[in-house]
């Protein structure tokens, strides 16, 4: 078959136009979807974004479970934020006197802090759900936000920068949670896929779409919390205090994003495999009580994109010189506009580059992912993490 003086097979034509449908919706989920914090960047630098003026109360919220340490360490970035009227309430889920003991002394020093505790005994599947629970009825103020006893904000107006979206209307903020950089190959695998992840629900929450939110940079109204009954829907799920409330409740009109550098918050990561592993597959498991329409958009871009790579193979071992060329062009073109953009949004996020390692990571992770869903089990030792 002659296609604009060039003789292709049947074989040839079906493997490369598959291959430049695949390639299309590449750059279509990038540009889209991942490319929306960058765009919304801009939006903001040529102030076209209407930020509220008005600073309303806040009430931080953290679940501490045996954190002594991280709370000693991270604890005085939340109570010394350059905020006017604010208040952190830590719930003390079973931890030792030796927490209790450093809570008062912080007391002491921050008449802000105030704290609560998860009754001794409690016997629900998720504590951390009650614990949330505990906290956010305790909470004096309508918006309530969310931090993990091993984070620490970017900048003294972290608050300001969230609150910056409260406005009428408004029930859900999102914002963005990343790892401290360290050393090697599982830290680098890591952060890429946090950057990934929060590209892609930032993303879509900009596009009218929101899916999901982590709990260790996140706030909503109190309100919201109470008239939908709280965690009462997923109970029976270990996981899911924050995604799911975002999956069932949020929408187009009454969620925001905070993107700002000075609103990020910072996490420890994982330092061995096996518990990155039970992390991945703790999300992976609630990520099957989403919405219909979120599983299925979910699900759409890794299918192409392993159909990307299966039709690539197929065009450079099956095709002539020309198809050959042709699928190298797309594919590099994918590269570079996918490596661009995963740069460019990890720099704003203070990360790390990427280079070669973005090509393995998006083969990589999908890999990991689809094995996970098939095989993972909430292993015993799984049982015992106080999921964040």
């Known amino acids: 078959m002659v296609v604009y003086g060039f003789e ?143 984070c620490m904000p970017e900048d003294k107006c972290w608050i300001e920068r969230m609150s910056r979206n409260f406005g009428p209307g408004t029930e859900f903020v999102l914002g963005y949670g990343a790892y401290f950089r360290k050393k090697g190959f599982l830290n680098k695998l890591i952060t890429y896929d946090t950057l990934l992840i929060g590209l892609q629900y930032l993303g879509a929450a900009l596009k009218g779409k929101p899916y999901m939110g982590v709990g260790r940079n996140m706030a909503y109204r109190k309100d919201m919390f109470m008239k939908n009954n709280g965690f009462s829907r997923t109970l029976k799920l270990k996981s899911g205090d924050d995604d799911l409330l975002v999956n069932r409740f949020a929408n187009e009109f009454n969620t925001k994003v905070e993107i700002a550098p000075d609103s990020i918050t910072w996490s420890e990561p994982e330092k061995r495999y096996s518990d990155w592993i039970y992390q991945k597959e703790r999300h992976l498991s609630v990520s099957s009580a989403y919405s219909g329409t979120s599983k299925f958009r979910l699900a759409v871009e890794p299918a192409f994109r392993a159909l990307f790579y299966l039709t690539l193979i197929g065009s450079l071992v099956f095709g002539n010189l020309i198809t050959m060329i042709a699928a190298g062009v797309l594919f590099l073109t994918k590269f570079f506009v996918q490596m661009g953009i995963v740069n460019a949004s990890s720099k704003h996020f203070a990360g790390r580059n990427y280079h070669f390692s973005v090509l393995v990571f998006d083969i990589l992770l999908p890999l990991i992912n689809l094995y996970l869903m098939i095989f993972g089990k909430m292993g015993t030792k799984a049982k015992h993490v106080y999921w964040k």
């Open 8 to 150: 292709f097979t049947q074989t040839e034509l079906i493997l490369l136009s598959a291959f430049a449908v695949f390639f299309a919706y590449q750059l279509y989920f990038y540009f889209h979807y991942l490319r929306a914090v960058l765009r919304l960047k801009k939006q903001t630098a040529k102030n076209r974004i209407n930020f509220e003026v008005q600073k309303f109360p806040v009430s931080v919220i953290i679940c501490a479970k045996d954190e002594l340490d991280n709370l000693r360490e991270y604890l005085p970035y939340v109570l010394n934020q350059d905020y006017p009227e604010y208040e952190v309430i830590v719930v003390n889920d079973g931890s030792g006197e030796e927490t209790e003991m450093l809570l008062n002394n912080f007391r002491k020093d921050y008449p802000h802090l105030r704290t609560t505790f998860v009754p001794a005994g409690a016997t629900n599947l998720s504590t951390k759900k009650l614990a949330l629970t505990l906290g956010i009825k305790a909470a004096k103020n309508e918006w309530v936000l969310f931090t993990d006893a091993d």
